[in-house]
């Protein structure tokens, strides 16, 4: 398996966390964070990361 690492700058995060099993409520939890983002004008200079 091929990776790379990288450094990134500084950064301010928001997210949410959902415990429990994978499976569509992931998705509602990923969308409501997006409208959050939208609602402040922010998902254009986002940078989305989901852990799961």
Known sequence: MKFKV???PNYRI????RVGP???D???V???LKQW???RNLLESAILFAIA
């Open 37 to 39: 983002a939208r609602n």
């Open 14 to 17: 928001a997210y949410i966390r």
């Open 22 to 24: 994978y499976g569509p």
């Open 26 to 28: 992931n998705i509602e």
């Open 30 to 32: 990923m969308e409501g």
């Open 6 to 8: 990288e450094t990134l």
